[in-house]
C-alpha cells in the first residue's frame, strides 16, 4: 500500500492493465459495460470479448479496484482475474 502511495505521487499518470471476467449475455450487456467506461476518466482503453466474458482495461491514475467498482455500475456480475 505504501509503496503505490509513493508511485502515485512520483509516476501518477502511469498505465496499468486489468483483466476482469463480466457476466455479460448479449451486446446490450457489453453495451453497458462500454457506456461506463467510455465515461470514465482515466481509461485510456478497453477490450470487451463478449464470447469469453472478458474485459481489458487500459487505465492511468486509476486503481484495480476503482476500475472493479466502476464496472460493477453496469449492473453486470465482475470479479477480478
Known amino acids: 500500500m505504501f ?3 509513493i ?5 501518477p499518470r502511469m498505465e496499468n492493465t486489468y483483466n476482469f471476467k463480466v457476466g455479460m449475455t448479449c451486446s446490450g450487456c ?3 459495460v462500454t457506456r461506463i467506461l467510455s465515461k470514465t476518466e482515466g481509461v485510456k482503453s478497453f477490450d470487451i470479448s463478449l ?5 481489458s482495461v487500459v487505465a492511468a ?8 467498482e466502476t464496472i460493477k455500475k453496469s449492473g453486470k456480475p465482475t470479479e477480478i482475474i
Open 51 to 55: 464470447e469469453k466474458q472478458t474485459v
Open 3 to 5: 509503496f503505490t502511495t
Open 30 to 32: 457489453s453495451g453497458a
Open 61 to 68: 491514475g486509476l486503481t484495480q479496484e476503482q476500475v472493479f
Open 7 to 11: 508511485a502515485s505521487v512520483l509516476f
